[in-house]
């Protein structure tokens, strides 16, 4: 699933970088956009509708990502218990999972 959720940051990011918008989300949670003057209406129902889509993909990935890291750690949690020497499995996975969220811009 990371490598999902990737690929929506992305087409997130190249969306507001193409066409030159700025995309603010408030603390409801609701996302605005900034548009340039001489972006017709049209144009921007377009890029408000794709950049709502992916946005929600983005956030229900990312929501099932974060569950699953949760549910995981609990395991791991209950097998280092019994095997001392046990290794995550899932740091690395938690810090790439973080650093998209910081690449998630607005």
Do not use: C
């Not at 970088?17 to 949670?29: E, F, I, L």
């Amino acid at each position: 699933m990371l490598p999902q959720l990737a690929g929506f940051i992305e087409q997130f990011n190249n969306l507001v970088s193409q066409h030159g918008v700025n995309v603010v989300t408030d603390a409801q949670g609701n996302m605005s956009m900034d548009v340039p003057a001489s972006m017709s209406e049209t144009t921007y129902n377009n890029i408000s509708n794709r950049l709502g889509i992916v946005d929600r993909l983005i956030n229900n990935h990312g929501s099932s990502i974060n569950d699953l890291f949760q549910k995981g750690l609990i395991i791991e949690d209950e097998i280092k218990q019994t095997d001392h020497n046990y290794t995550s499995q899932l740091t690395n996975h938690i810090e790439k999972f973080k650093k998209l969220n910081a690449s998630y811009k607005h």
